[in-house]
């Protein structure tokens, strides 16, 4: 096992054991706190750690997934009682538990979902919907506000509906209360105003730029893969000359000595993104041109 991929995870749980939540909704900021002390991760055995190892270049949720869940299963506050359980009922699947624990410090069952996100704020203008809407993330693929209403319409309910169905295992206690982790990073253009009604006030928070703004701008810093998307800082090596976008960056404009996370996009990527919310939220509007 190398000595710089077990530094690397660990640094990973220690951001993830400090990382605020994205979300305001009282049942979407849960964060084990207290239960997650500066030792645990050194509790985690070695092949807990060559196992996060090998995830770490793959899906970046699933990682986010195992190292919440090698979290928690080492902490003496929790024991883990089922982990990505999938519930059926009438024959047909009605969804996947992605936690349940039993929480010593509550005395309850607690049922979590997990979830890491990275979403840029599209700039506003005076026909846009609401302003939840206008966060998307860099693939274009998913936005804030609907998978929000999705965890707290869907996935939180989930036992709700396993009992509804009388489709709750019989190997599984009930869940006292449903809660979700949700934690990630957001972004949105410098200078432009920040306030989300859905968005916590204290999430972590980057800037975006296109190629051709971040080209015209003498930057200190450097790329950073996926897999180091959740580290708030890293180790300084060259930037490659070319990096697939949308992409991060680590680092600050010149004179400016307080390094950070930004999102780079292709020049193009403004105009499709806000044909695909429009297209989502507004489909009676018509989209705009690419170049």
Not at 77 to 85: S, V
Not at 179 to 194: I, K, Q, S
Not at 196 to 210: K, R
Not at 221 to 248: F, N
Request: proline letters at 9%.
């Amino acid at each position: 096992m190398n000595e710089n991929d077990v530094e690397r995870i660990r640094r990973d749980l220690d951001w993830l054991m400090t990382a605020p939540s994205l979300l305001s909704s009282p049942t979407l900021r849960w964060h084990p706190g207290q239960a997650c002390t500066p030792a645990l991760p050194e509790r985690i055995p070695a092949e807990r750690l060559d196992t996060l190892i090998a995830l770490r270049h793959g899906r970046l949720g699933a990682y986010f997934e195992a190292l919440a869940t090698a979290l928690l299963e080492h902490s003496p506050d929790f024991t883990l009682l089922a982990r990505n359980r999938v519930i059926h009922g009438d024959g047909r699947t009605l969804g996947e538990l992605d936690l349940l624990l039993r929480d010593h410090r509550a005395n309850r069952i607690l049922h979590l979902e997990l979830a890491l996100k990275f979403y840029l704020k599209l700039e506003p203008e005076e026909t846009d919907p609401e302003p939840d809407h206008l966060w998307i993330g860099p693939g274009q693929r998913d936005f804030l506000a609907i998978k929000h209403d999705r965890m707290l319409d869907h996935q939180l309910r989930l036992p709700d509906l396993a009992r509804r169905h009388n489709a709750w295992p019989a190997d599984l206690p009930r869940p006292d209360r449903s809660e979700a982790w949700v934690t990630g990073r957001l972004f949105h253009r410098e200078r432009a105003a920040f306030k989300t009604p859905i968005v916590a006030a204290d999430a972590s928070i980057g800037h975006w730029l296109t190629l051709s703004e971040f080209n015209a701008r003498e930057f200190d810093g450097h790329w950073i893969s996926k897999a180091d998307w959740l580290s708030p800082e890293l180790d300084r090596t060259p930037a490659p000359i070319k990096h697939p976008l949308p992409g991060q960056f680590l680092g600050a404009p010149a004179g400016d000595d307080r390094p950070r996370h930004w999102f780079i996009v292709p020049d193009d990527w403004p105009v499709s993104a806000r044909n695909r919310m429009l297209a989502r939220f507004q489909p009676s509007v018509e989209i705009q041109p690419g170049d």
